[in-house]
Antibody, heavy 125, light 107 residues
């Protein structure tokens, strides 16, 4: 079945970087985008960015420009999210999610249909 | 960015109730609207995409409607497993996806 398996929890000090992995299986990795979404404790969902493994194109939310890098290794069907210059406000659960597009009436509707279980990142001195 | 506002932020309901959650966009987004369900400690689950299309495997008691700036998610007969937090998300601007703040449905 289609699944995304994420790497384990991380504890980092302020100013450090974190790199989280997301391994896909059950589908052709290069044919779908991978999104990253985070959720701070007790808070809602926040979209961070996506990349197309096929083209290598990336799009980042303005809030994370300059601090976020999303990459992939198609040979092992794995996407990565690296966030630099960590601060306490980056403490959150980070999810990867497959981006899909459905056709309808000449338009394409984009949605995230398969999610990883999440990776907890704690930033603390 | 397009702001998404959900109401109410929480609601109390009983098994068997009909429940409606509203999501408003800060500008017209046609029907580029998705709904997700999230239970504590788990990842979100896609329920509805393109405002009204039911994702495969999702029970038919869930339905979505609306277009432009106002959207609804309706649960026709609330079941025990439906107690969760629901989020809307716009995909009108794929380069700047945004979520609503969530609606917690509790007993």
């Amino acid at each position: 079945q289609v699944q995304l398996v994420q790497s384990g929890a991380e504890v980092k000090k302020p100013g450090a970087s974190v790199k989280v992995s997301c391994k896909a299986s059950g589908y052709t990795f290069s044919t779908s985008d991978i999104n990253w979404v985070r959720q701070a404790p007790g808070q809602g969902l926040e979209w961070m960015g996506w990349m197309s493994p096929n083209s290598g194109n990336t799009v980042y939310a303005q809030k994370f420009q300059g601090r976020l890098t999303i990459t992939s290794d198609t040979s092992i069907s794995t996407a990565y999210m690296q966030l630099n210059s960590l601060r306490s406000e980056d403490t959150a659960v980070y999810f990867c999610a497959r981006g899909m597009a459905a056709a309808g009436g000449g338009d394409y509707y984009y949605y995230m249909d398969v999610w990883g279980k999440g990776t907890t990142v704690i930033v603390s001195s | 960015d397009i702001q998404m506002t959900q109401s109410p932020s929480s609601l109390s309901a009983s098994v068997g109730d009909r429940v409606t959650v509203t999501c408003r966009a800060s500008q017209s987004i046609s029907t580029y609207l998705n709904w997700y369900q999230q239970k504590p400690g788990t990842a979100p689950k896609l329920l509805i995409y393109a405002a009204s299309r039911l994702q495969s495997g999702v029970p038919s008691r869930f339905s979505g409607g609306g277009s432009g700036t106002e959207f609804t998610l309706t649960i026709s007969s609330l079941q025990p497993e439906d107690f969760a937090t629901y989020y809307c998300q716009q995909s009108y601007r794929v380069g700047a996806l945004t979520f609503g703040g969530g609606t917690k449905v509790q007993i």
